[in-house]
């Protein structure tokens, strides 16, 4: 810990996903008179048993920006997740820094998560130190009092902004979404290119070392780890990207291969969440990229839908909507999930390659997250809690103001349609056009209903049906619900049974209901 030159100076706050140079928090700091305080902290690792990928990541860059923030002059307090006297709780470590401190003031950037933020909200009512929360002017600020909020009409907002992709007051190439071209399958001999990893530093492997020890109980591995931990890293991995990758991100984003967890994907995420990549700047950088005509526009404009658009939007829709938001359950859904998504014992080879991949990397790309893990949980009906647990435990970019809209809303429509125009429930026909996982499969993707058919399959018809009071009028459904209809009442009937024995035999029951012998 380094001590500012002349006390009486301003105690500044950075959390675990704020390591920016041009935090809002940071902005008018003195060095002469200023301490900046991160805090390693057992509430913050365990609110939920977040990978141990995602708590390494974090501490190793949290001490990797101290370091930064130190060779820049600037005093630094950091308590490490084993300093004796940690109170485990950023709340009590800010208290604790200012019993030691002298400090006039306490500033600090609002945080990206509801619980954090009232916490630190009552905080900063009750302490004697003024407290000044700033807004976190890395997101844009938004609201709407629109009815129905879209993310394809928020993302031509966001275009129109920045200027990325625009010429003069029109999308570029004519055209807002270029996501039709962006469904290819992978291809017969197609191989993902080779991807750049980070080995962990001494600062890494450090870190590493603590969660090992620490936190032995929690889920996944280590041995796999390879994200960034600082901006230089950080740089590298996306310089890495727009080179080498990128041209190819259009054609195969959506696709998936078993063994091959990474495709043509940016693997920034974690970076960008953490703060030690400008998101905007990537964009723009992205955006160079075709215009020196070295990656196409279907590509570069996914890309940036994913950044300014999506990214963007679920922030927002997060802070507009909590917390009512998280206690939402459209579909009423009551299952328990299965224990197959934290084991991947299934039979099942998409489920089983992506919770693999969540275990070994803490990572799935977005489609194996929506349309396999997620459609799953959907179809089965499981309760949205767990379903909120599940994706916050298990992938190490993970924070509740992006994960809860994906999961809340796109994944399995609890939401009621606030983020998504309707269910993404798909049958095998989906995984097996988009994939390679069903061919090996034990489960035969062609077959509708039987023990050796696909789950997908069996359950499909089931849920349409069971949820025929909540969804039969969206319009976006209307072609499902007219050939469901035309099955007539006793093989509807079967069709629920058939969906229910699945939900059985793959664990999806009530929490009150005993297993299947």
Not at 408 to 430: C, N
Request: with cysteine; aromatic share 10%.
């Amino acid at each position: 810990m380094t001590q500012p030159s002349t006390g009486n100076g301003t105690l500044r706050l950075v959390l675990g996903d704020q390591l920016s140079d041009g935090l809002s928090a940071l902005s008018d700091l003195d060095p002469a008179r200023d301490m900046v305080l991160l805090a390693e902290v057992w509430d913050e690792a365990t609110y939920v048993r977040h990978h141990r990928q995602k708590i390494a990541l974090t501490f190793a860059a949290m001490r990797s920006f101290s370091l930064r923030l130190e060779a820049r002059g600037i005093a630094v307090r950091h308590v490490r997740i084993d300093d004796p006297d940690n109170s485990h709780s950023i709340v009590g470590e800010v208290e604790r820094a200012l019993a030691v401190g002298g400090f006039e003031r306490v500033v600090m950037t609002e945080c990206g998560e509801w619980r954090l933020a009232v916490w630190l909200s009552d905080f900063a009512r009750a302490s004697p130190s003024p407290v000044e929360i700033r807004p976190d002017d890395r997101f844009r600020r938004w609201a709407s009092g629109k009815s129905q909020l879209r993310m394809e009409f928020f993302y031509r907002e966001m275009r129109r902004e920045t200027g990325l992709l625009m010429e003069s007051d029109q999308p570029a190439g004519g055209r807002w979404n270029y996501d039709a071209e962006n469904r290819r399958k992978l291809a017969k001999g197609v191989r993902p290119p080779r991807r750049l990893r980070t080995p962990p530093d001494d600062i890494a492997q450090g870190a590493i070392a603590d969660v090992a020890r620490l936190f032995p109980d929690h889920f996944g591995t280590l041995d796999a780890f390879g994200w960034p931990t600082t901006a230089e890293q950080a740089e590298t991995i996306l310089a890495d990207f727009i080179e080498n990758i990128l041209p190819g991100f259009g054609d195969w984003q959506d696709a998936m291969a078993e063994g091959e967890p990474w495709m043509w994907h940016g693997l920034v995420s974690t970076s960008i969440n953490l703060g030690l990549i400008d998101p905007l700047d990537a964009c723009r950088r992205a955006e160079a990229a075709w215009k020196a005509g070295r990656a196409p526009l279907n590509a570069v404009e996914g890309f940036i839908r994913q950044i300014i658009g999506w990214r963007e939007f679920v922030r927002g829709i997060y802070w507009l909507k909590m917390p009512e938001y998280g206690r939402r359950n459209h579909l009423d859904a009551d299952r328990a999930l299965p224990w197959f998504y934290w084991s991947s014992e299934t039979d099942m080879a998409c489920v089983a390659d992506t919770v693999r991949s969540a275990r070994d990397h803490a990572y799935a790309h977005h489609i194996q997250r929506l349309m396999v893990t997620g459609n799953l949980a959907m179809l089965l009906g499981v309760e949205p809690d767990a379903v909120d647990d599940w994706y916050m435990v298990v992938f190490a970019d993970a924070y509740e103001w992006v994960e809860m809209p994906n999961t809340r809303g796109m994944a399995t429509f609890a939401d009621g349609g606030i983020v998504g125009s309707k269910p993404y429930a798909a049958s095998g026909a989906y995984i097996d056009r988009m994939s390679d996982y069903c061919g090996p499969c034990r489960y035969d993707v062609k077959a509708k209903a039987g023990e050796g058919a696909c789950p997908f399959n069996r359950l499909y018809w089931g849920f349409l049906e069971r949820n025929r009071g909540r969804l039969r009028d969206n319009v976006r459904l209307a072609m499902p619900y007219r050939t469901l209809d035309g099955f007539g009442e006793e093989r509807r009937k079967a069709l629920l049974d058939e969906a229910e024995a699945c939900r059985v035999s793959m664990g999806a029951i009530r929490p009150s209901s005993e297993p299947a012998e």
